[in-house]
């Protein structure tokens, strides 16, 4: 049996389609970054909001399609073959296999062992048939969302029998070099697209619009209580993919940058992956909404976020628009934040204390059914049947006594204002984790002459190993409460350290921490 040597690739910020084009386009060695050209958008329809009362069907990513795109710009066509009976599929399929041409199938997640969704919940999976076993009957797929391969399922496992339904899709590569793409008229189109023609519906306007529904407050019980797994609710797919489309379009100007000499867009990815994360922490305030109804802040927080990327985006746009028309600059200078390595226990150390702005218990000792622990809102919460008054790692040691009481224990950051002592500080350390999500945000430090400047802060799920260079601090079980029953989890959870560089040149004050209820400290300190 010849199965095509193609390697799944696979990003947190495509879908399993996106991921399997990616994956094909780089096994025939070509690019495929501008088939997302397109893909900055945004539309909120108000008329449509007040016919129907549901934001799921006003919203939209207001993306292109990738197809035309990517065929234009790298060579490579994509053409959805339809309407297909049993045997009509198997002819396509074999007959794209003998010339060595990998073939797109879409699975249902209830019938593939390897999704979250087998024997679960029915949702279209895009898997890419790349050989076929003549003996065994038995197609070869990889499954490039997650990155599995050797898949072997028989034909009836990936078509109906008994409908003229079926649809696959199929790969032309050109024998032509990819055209040299002119970037200013890339960006130029996806700058003047996202502003739209009109000064007063452009698609900043539609978000500010969507930002004033918010503030009041509204009902969205009809767009989660229909759905058993609330992640399948239209209204979170189309909010993540608008944060996707952000990442996308960086990559974007990430691939245009090597492809030029005329301007640096470093800064401007860094604003979009920005812009990207606030989505994801909008998206998220939208979910606890819900499962937190009495919290009648989270929605008005969510109109002040949006208002906020609104104009973030908006003069993203035109600086864009203003590069295209500059003649060559020179190479920009980023400001990063700098991760800084173990701090010795000899350091002059500052603890700040917390407790006073403690909102959220993410430990508890046990699986009692009294238990107020509730990490993520959703039911979710840490296990340390004796959770250790001090938690010690290479050197520190961060005094955790709150956990042995039945308060809150940690910040679920809401932009809260934290008073520290006065002093002109090297580094700060932050013990903390991330929930339903890895998220990113900033600090904002503010100093003695009342200036200010951010601090790029994140932190992994706590069910994941570290995304962000983080050391592990503590280990444990989590449990989770559903149905008025307290369960153990089997995956592990952590808590994790980060250490940033601070600058010790400047007398800091005080700072003000993100607006990310996602985000969660534990505990804090500065070193001299």
Not at 305 to 317: S, T, Y
């Amino acid at each position: 049996m010849n199965v095509l040597d193609i390697i799944p690739i696979h990003r947190d910020w495509r879908n399993c389609t996106e991921d399997t084009i990616v994956s094909v386009a780089s096994w025939l060695q070509r690019d495929h970054e501008l088939m997302y050209a397109e893909s900055w958008g945004f539309a909120f329809d108000i008329r449509q909001w007040s016919s129907t009362g549901k934001l799921s069907s006003s919203l939209s990513p207001d993306s292109g399609n990738m197809f035309p795109l990517l065929a234009q710009y790298h060579g490579i066509d994509i053409r959805i073959v339809e309407n297909l009976s049993f045997q009509d599929t198997a002819g396509v399929v074999a007959r794209e296999l003998a010339e060595s041409r990998p073939v797109i199938v879409e699975l249902d997640t209830y019938e593939c062992p390897w999704d979250s969704g087998y024997h679960s919940y029915h949702y279209p999976h895009t898997n890419l048939i790349v050989g076929y076993d003549e003996a065994n009957r038995m197609y070869s797929l990889i499954d490039c969302f997650y990155q599995k391969q050797s898949i072997k399922l028989s034909s009836e496992s990936c078509f109906s029998y008994d409908s003229n339904r079926n649809r696959v899709a199929v790969f032309q590569c050109s024998t032509l070099p990819e055209p040299v793409a002119d970037w200013r008229t890339i960006i130029r189109h996806a700058a003047r697209r996202i502003r739209g023609p009109e000064q007063t519906d452009h698609s900043f306007h539609q978000m500010r619009s969507l930002a004033a529904i918010l503030e009041q407050s509204p009902d969205l019980n009809e767009e989660f209580k229909q759905h058993k797994h609330i992640w399948m609710a239209p209204l979170l797919s189309v909010l993540n993919a608008i944060s996707n489309g952000r990442r996308q379009f960086a990559a974007v100007l990430q691939y245009l940058n090597t492809r030029q000499q005329e301007q640096d867009f470093h800064d401007t990815v860094d604003e979009l992956y920005y812009a990207a994360s606030q989505w994801s922490i909008l998206l998220s305030m939208v979910t606890k909404s819900y499962y937190s109804p009495r919290d009648r802040s989270l929605l008005p927080r969510a109109a002040d976020k949006l208002r906020m990327i609104a104009d973030k985006e908006e003069q993203i746009a035109g600086q864009l628009l203003s590069m295209c028309e500059e003649k060559a600059v020179g190479q920009q200078t980023m400001s990063k934040n700098i991760i800084v390595g173990p701090i010795s226990d000899q350091a002059d150390r500052q603890f700040v204390e917390l407790a006073e702005y403690y909102n959220n218990k993410g430990f508890d000792r046990s699986l009692s059914e009294e238990s107020k622990a509730d990490l993520t809102l959703m039911g979710d919460y840490l296990l340390a049947d004796d959770p250790p008054v001090e938690w010690k790692l290479e050197g520190m040691k961060f005094s955790l006594p709150v956990l042995n009481c039945s308060n809150y224990d940690n910040i679920s950051c809401a932009a809260q204002s934290i008073r520290i002592p006065a002093g002109h500080y090297s580094a700060i350390v932050l013990v903390g984790c991330s929930e339903c999500g890895s998220y990113s945000d900033q600090i904002e430090l503010v100093y003695e002459d009342r200036s200010a400047s951010v601090l790029p802060i994140a932190f992994t799920d706590f069910y994941m190993e570290p995304l962000y260079g983080e050391s592990i601090v503590w280990s444990g079980r989590a449990a989770s409460r559903k149905n008025g029953q307290n369960q153990l989890n089997e995956s592990q959870a952590h808590v994790f350290t980060q250490n940033y560089a601070l600058d010790t040149t400047r007398k800091m004050v005080g700072m003000r921490l993100p607006d990310c209820p996602n985000l969660h400290i534990f505990a804090m300190a500065l070193y001299a």
